[in-house]
């Protein structure tokens, strides 16, 4: 098992791939699986009793792929639900069709007084008094009740169980999150000193406290159904179908790699762990002079020239077995080499 690393700092990681794992139990707190094509797979234990037979529960997940909720304990069934994502005033205002709200009108001296009207209509905006008089402005700033604004997006579930929990374990896909490896090697007269970190990026996800795990590889998303196609020829037909079948056929071997410890991910943060502790390892420089023997044709030779081949330079770190550096599972990622000068820098 080796590092094999070119000059250029190019990493060829020949280690063994820790095999699929199973999902941790959350234990109540969150558990991800971040793809390295930005999915998220979330694992939540949220603070739900959920009684036996059918109950419903409002449940704030933020952005999410709707389609992809399911619950994780078994004998609890999601019978529907409702997600709605929107968090800004408009909606807010949707949620208040029917019901009354109170809208504050500012007087002059600083004094004010509210309104309180029904919501009758969004598309033209039609508001009842209690006189029975309709308007179309808002008489002033409205108030929304906090059960019609939310600030993360909520979905409204219907479930079924047969039996009790103390909590309700919810799975779903998201996006936002992206991971890498990095490698750094630092070279001295003979060993070199090798550590490793994951480096985790949000851009939306935000996850407190939880659980991680990198799955590394091409795993295929399931296409949208396509609209009819127009009537077409049988060949043409034919060719239509073979495309749409290897358009899919993107599924590659994946490796699942667990990180110690729980992490903290929030929006616009970059957060990095250590894969291992700093190994030592003896390495091996190599130099490489590729051949310039032409492809076809006779070996033309003029005295006196000469040409200045280019030399590779590759070091080869082996990996002992019966070792932590040695036989831990490494994801693929980046090495960057070091050496000291003269001078120690």
């Given at each position: 098992m080796?590092f094999?690393i070119?000059?250029a700092a190019?990493?060829?990681?020949a280690?063994?791939?820790?095999?699929?794992?199973?999902?941790p139990?959350?234990?109540?707190?969150?558990?991800?699986?971040?793809?390295n094509?930005?999915?998220v797979?979330?694992?939540?234990?949220?603070?739900?009793?959920?009684?036996?037979?059918?109950?419903?529960?409002?449940?704030?997940l933020?952005?999410?792929d709707?389609?992809?909720?399911?619950?994780?304990?078994?004998?609890?069934t999601?019978?529907?639900f409702e997600?709605?994502?929107?968090?800004?005033?408009?909606?807010?205002m949707r949620?208040?069709?029917g019901?009354?709200?109170?809208?504050?009108?500012?007087?002059?001296?600083?004094?004010?007084?509210?309104?309180?009207?029904?919501v009758?209509?969004?598309?033209?905006?039609?508001?009842?008094?209690?006189?029975?008089?309709v308007?179309?402005?808002m008489?002033g700033?409205?108030?929304?009740?906090?059960?019609?604004v939310?600030?993360?997006?909520?979905?409204?579930?219907?479930?079924?169980?047969t039996?009790a929990?103390?909590?309700?374990?919810?799975?779903?896909?998201?996006?936002?999150?992206?991971?890498?490896?990095?490698?750094?090697?630092?070279?001295g007269a003979?060993?070199?000193r090798?550590?490793?970190?994951?480096?985790?990026t949000?851009?939306?996800?935000?996850?407190?406290n939880?659980?991680v795990?990198?799955?590394?590889?091409?795993?295929s998303r399931?296409?949208?159904?396509?609209?009819?196609?127009?009537?077409?020829?049988k060949a043409?037909?034919?060719?239509?179908?073979?495309?749409?079948?290897?358009?899919?056929?993107?599924?590659?071997?994946?490796?699942?790699?667990?990180?110690?410890?729980r992490?903290?991910l929030?929006p616009?943060q970059?957060?990095?762990?250590?894969?291992?502790?700093p190994?030592?390892?003896?390495?091996?420089?190599?130099?490489?002079?590729?051949?310039?023997?032409p492809?076809?044709?006779?070996l033309?030779?003029?005295?006196?020239d000469?040409?200045?081949?280019p030399v590779?330079v590759?070091y080869?770190?082996?990996?002992?077995?019966?070792?932590?550096?040695?036989?831990?599972p490494?994801?693929?990622?980046?090495?960057?080499?070091?050496?000291?000068?003269?001078a120690?820098?």
């Amino acid at each position: 098992m080796r590092f094999v690393i070119t000059a250029a700092a190019a990493l060829t990681l020949a280690a063994a791939p820790l095999p699929a794992q199973s999902a941790p139990d959350s234990g109540g707190a969150v558990s991800l699986t971040i793809y390295n094509d930005g999915r998220v797979l979330v694992r939540r234990a949220l603070p739900f009793s959920l009684k036996r037979g059918n109950s419903t529960a409002r449940v704030a997940l933020g952005s999410i792929d709707a389609a992809t909720l399911f619950p994780l304990d078994a004998g609890v069934t999601l019978n529907g639900f409702e997600y709605d994502a929107a968090v800004d005033q408009e909606s807010a205002m949707r949620r208040a069709l029917g019901h009354k709200l109170r809208f504050v009108r500012e007087r002059a001296m600083g004094a004010a007084d509210t309104v309180v009207a029904t919501v009758l209509s969004l598309d033209p905006l039609q508001l009842g008094l209690a006189d029975g008089s309709v308007i179309f402005t808002m008489p002033g700033t409205p108030l929304y009740p906090p059960d019609l604004v939310s600030s993360r997006a909520t979905a409204q579930l219907r479930l079924s169980s047969t039996a009790a929990h103390d909590s309700l374990r919810l799975g779903y896909f998201t996006e936002g999150a992206n991971w890498s490896a990095a490698y750094e090697v630092l070279l001295g007269a003979r060993d070199a000193r090798i550590s490793g970190k994951a480096v985790l990026t949000s851009d939306n996800l935000d996850a407190s406290n939880a659980t991680v795990q990198l799955l590394a590889g091409s795993v295929s998303r399931a296409a949208p159904p396509r609209a009819p196609a127009p009537m077409m020829s049988k060949a043409r037909a034919e060719v239509a179908a073979f495309d749409a079948t290897a358009g899919e056929q993107r599924v590659g071997e994946f490796h699942l790699y667990s990180l110690p410890g729980r992490l903290s991910l929030h929006p616009g943060q970059t957060t990095a762990t250590a894969l291992f502790e700093p190994a030592s390892a003896n390495y091996q420089r190599r130099y490489v002079i590729p051949g310039e023997l032409p492809i076809w044709g006779p070996l033309m030779q003029h005295p006196g020239d000469e040409n200045q081949v280019p030399v590779q330079v590759t070091y080869v770190i082996p990996r002992k077995r019966g070792t932590d550096f040695g036989d831990r599972p490494l994801p693929m990622g980046v090495a960057r080499l070091y050496q000291a000068d003269t001078a120690g820098a």
